[in-house]
């Protein structure tokens, strides 16, 4: 089965520390992974996907095929992202359909 | 460009009753998806609408249905409502030619239901 899996619920850190969002997925062929963010009394949006290789507001993630896992990665974390973070999974059945974890909430301490 | 608009935001039933719930797409786009996002939970696709019709499906009973209309706008109707279907629904658009090699989904806010 197609599954996202986001281990933590909350990652808590100190401004200025490094952050690593962990993303695992079970997929047998090839997917698209993505990253959505849902500021506080905000609508979700997309925060990158690995198709692209971005770096947005200095997140990067990587795809690694060989774990099936799609970590976000960022160096040094700031207030402002403090935010629900969603691992996403497409390409499933030949459709575009997003199959989501249950997500991680990031806080960012001063 | 208001981007993708959900009607209404919040709601309110009764078990055994009907709901229907409306969203517009954003503009440009052709591609509309719903959601059901339990508390606590990531999103779940219900079914995607392209060209008037239903496309691809999650797994939901017959009870969940859709419709969508020749401007692209869409309605999720949802039938003898259960107290589990209490949820946040989001209606998400794209453009189909996009979404074969990977586009942006864009999300509305969604519409709170609440089954009493």
């Known amino acids: 089965a197609q599954r996202v899996t986001q281990p933590e619920k909350l990652l808590s850190v100190f401004k200025g520390a490094p952050v690593e969002l962990k993303c695992n997925y079970s997929?047998?062929?090839?997917?698209?992974l993505f990253w959505y963010v849902q500021y506080s009394r905000q609508r979700l949006q997309l925060l990158l996907r690995?198709?692209s290789r971005e770096s947005i507001k200095g997140f990067t993630a990587d795809l690694n095929k060989g774990e099936t896992s799609f970590h976000l990665k960022k160096p040094f974390a700031q207030e402002e992202d403090s935010a629900m973070y969603y691992c996403?999974?497409?390409?499933?059945?030949?459709?575009?359909?997003?199959?989501f974890g249950a997500g991680t909430i990031l806080r960012v301490k001063s | 460009d208001a981007g993708v608009t959900q009607s209404p935001t919040h709601l309110i039933k009764t078990r055994g009753q009907q709901v229907t719930l409306r969203c517009s797409p954003k503009?440009?786009?052709?591609?509309v998806s719903w959601y059901q996002q339990a508390l606590g939970q990531g999103p779940q696709f219900i079914f995607q609408?392209?060209?008037?019709?239903?496309?691809q499906r999650g797994n939901f009973p017959d009870r969940f249905s859709g419709h969508q209309f020749p401007n692209y706008s869409s309605e999720l109707n949802v039938n003898a409502l259960l107290l589990g279907d209490s949820a946040l629904y989001l209606c998400?658009?794209?453009?189909?030619?996009?979404?074969?090699?990977?586009?942006?989904?864009?999300f509305g806010q969604g519409t709170r239901l609440t089954v009493v």
């Open positions: 998400a658009s794209s453009r189909m030619e996009m979404s074969l090699s990977g586009t942006e989904a864009f």
């Open positions: 997929y047998s062929g090839s997917p698209e």
């Open positions: 690995h198709i």
């Open positions: 996403a999974l497409s390409g499933l059945d030949g459709g575009n359909k997003l199959v």
């Open positions: 503009s440009g786009h052709d591609t």
């Open positions: 609408y392209y060209e008037e019709e239903e496309r």
